[in-house]
């Protein structure tokens, strides 16, 4: 049997039949293949890892909404877009960092990674870490023993004496036991199989049920480069597992406390700010309503300015003023890795209803308060609806788009309060004439978030701004 043939349908049977429930398989997690096929090469492990990986999730039966799919770079890194539910795509090595801050934002999160072996030796560190912290996170490692996406070379995990594209008589290096170096951390989940296991999925969901940190070390196929030089097939794979020491199975179950609980449980802000292993004393008040929006529908923001001009911090506190009048915000920033030159851009969505997609594409309002900012997003403006409104600082001249531009004398109004105030000026404009919600609550916002000098300058041009004409 060859290798090709050998992938095509491993542990296909028994992983579906755990995951049938009185004869009714629940709904798939996946995108329907015949509108968008899974990416991989004929006879590739990565198709068998990605619907074990569905039915772990159909076992699980958690809405699609409460579960997030980080991937980084590498073949079985293009299985994100494949399913329904959250993703995050990163660098090379970095999921694990990405999963372990989502997370920690909401420790009720399901969240999975799906990374290469490539990614878990670039990544090294980071598995180690998260493995010691025991954060709740669920690695499926597709392990093929090599960098497929980039050309076979070898990996942390290519056995000695293997043939890759980087060493064509052989590896002279140890392949990385990934349950031994994480054995000691004693994390709640460790296992090894292989992508022609009958209970993959099963064992898939035993990891996503782990209440810490829980990795599965799936020895998987690359058809197109380890694969055939190195005659792979489900034979060869049990007889690695023996050569190696290193046996397919439960390897550990730790009951340590899962790091994202565990952390709140030590630094949750109690009615004293002082209470023993209270790190810092909570914000005063946080972000409590002081107000009440009557925000219609989603509301997308675009602020594009120039390096310097406080355009984060802006944002902030619209996002901030707008939870303190009750509604949902997010913010996403542009810039550069200079300082102090170049653009600097934010998005900030508000909504009545929770935001389960933080993108942008076609903003209602554009703020644009530099030829930097306008340079910067000026792609953006060409796509914009006639509907939408573009508030300009009018020395920056004519504004290319079909949208409604409405220019203002920004930079004279923040004359008389700061150079810096152009944006609060900008904000006053939106809330004074777009009416998002109540002034007030940006006013509260600046007071809880920021210095008082800083503050009270950013409120003196939010005034400017709202009485502008």
Known sequence: MSPKESAATPAAAGADAAAVSGGIRPPSYLVDEESMPLPFCPGCGHTTVTHALDRALQMLGRPPERVVVVTDIGCVGLTDRHFRTNAFHGLHGRSITYASGIKLADPDLTVVVVMGDGGAGIGGAHLLAAARRNIGITVVLANNFNYGMTGGQLSCTTPTGALTATCHLGNLEAPLDLMGTLRPSRPSFLARTSVFSDDLASLIAQGLNAEGFALLDVWDLCVAYYASQNKLTRATIEGMMADLEMPAGIHYQGTRPEFAHAYRDLYHPTDTADEEGMCLSPPELGLAPVAESALPARTGILIAGAAGQKIRSLATLLGAGAIMSGLYATQKDDYPITVQTGHSAAEVILSPEPITYTGSEDPDI????????RDRIQKKLLGLRPEA?????????????????????????????????????????????????????????????????????????????????
């Open 389 to 469: 409104r573009v508030y300009v600082e009018e020395s920056l001249g004519n504004i290319d788009t079909p949208a409604r531009v409405i220019p203002l004398d920004l930079r004279g109004a923040a004359k008389s309060v700061h150079r810096l105030a152009i944006g609060a000026v900008g904000a006053g404009v939106i809330l004074g004439r777009e009416g998002l919600y109540p002034q007030e609550a940006f006013e509260e916002a600046a007071h809880r978030l920021q210095k008082e000098r800083v503050s009270e300058t950013n409120i003196a041009g939010l005034r400017e701004g709202v009485g502008l004409r």
């Open 366 to 373: 554009v703020l644009i308060l530099s030829r930097e900012g």
